[in-house]
T-cell receptor
Framework: AQTVTQSQPEMSVQEAETVTLSCTYDTSESDYYLFWYKQPPSRQMILVIRQEAYKQQNATENRFSVNFQKAAKSFSLKISDSQLGDAAMYFCAYSGSNTGNQFYFGTGTSLTVIP | DAGVTQSPTHLIKTRGQHVTLRCSPISGHKSVSWYQQVLGQGPQFIFQYYEKEERGRGNFPDRFSARQFPNYSSELNVNALLLGDSALYLC?????????????FGPGTRLTVL
């Protein structure tokens, strides 16, 4: 079975600084997709960034980028120039070609942004 | 455009009762998935439906059931409620249910079982 592990329950960052959230996963599939979702307090979960496993190039979306290490099964999220609005729970998620659109989520990292 | 909507927002039930949660996907989306998010945890997959057929089922007891209607809206039913069923139930829709599809989440239904 696929598992997703986020080893950092809580992280904090100074406003305008950079922070990296860690995620590792375990799978025997060769074709899969990885996602980072953000869940602000009492608000809906929204997609931050997505990575296709077959692509070697790391995905980037404005201030958000990933470090995808396929051999190590690692998928970390880097947030640059952190803003107060980045404060939220961040979930790493996995979706495999053999499991349809079923997402496997990690336990989340709570990010605090310090003004 | 309207996002994924869920009803009700909050629900309080007692042990042994039955509950029905409802979800309307984004217009044009044909796949709906249900997740259970216990406080402090990540969402756990319950069901996926695509074109009114069950495409996937997570590790949940038979007390949990779901269906999808011709307009692609969906219901999640839970029978014989237990205290441990207290959680945020999330509905997510996607265009086709393929693994590369982003899932769009609704605000959730907060279920409390007393």
């Amino acid at each position: 079975a696929q598992t997703v592990t986020q080893s950092q329950p809580e992280m904090s960052v100074q406003e305008a600084e950079t922070v990296t959230l860690s995620c590792t996963y375990d799978t025997s599939e060769s074709d899969y997709y990885l996602f980072w979702y953000k869940q602000p307090p009492s608000r809906q979960m929204i997609l931050v960034i997505r990575q296709e496993a077959y692509k070697q190039q790391n995905a980037t979306e404005n201030r958000f980028s990933v470090n995808f290490q396929k051999a190590a099964k690692s998928f970390s999220l880097k947030i640059s120039d952190s803003q107060l609005g980045d404060a939220a729970m961040y979930f790493c998620a996995y979706s495999g070609s053999n499991t349809g659109n079923q997402f496997y989520f990690g336990t989340g990292t709570s990010l605090t942004v310090i003004p | 455009d309207a996002g994924v909507t869920q009803s009700p927002t909050h629900l309080i039930k007692t042990r042994g009762q039955h509950v029905t949660l409802r979800c309307s996907p984004i217009s044009g989306h044909k796949s709906v998935s249900w997740y259970q998010q216990v406080l402090g945890q990540g969402p756990q997959f319950i069901f996926q439906y695509y074109e009114k057929e069950e495409r996937g089922r997570g590790n949940f007891p038979d007390r949990f059931s779901a269906r999808q209607f011709p307009n692609y809206s969906s219901e999640l039913n839970v029978n014989a409620l237990l205290l441990g069923d207290s959680a945020l139930y999330l509905c997510a829709s996607s265009p086709s249910g393929n693994p590369y599809n982003e899932q769009f989440f609704g605000p959730g239904t907060r279920l409390t079982v007393l």
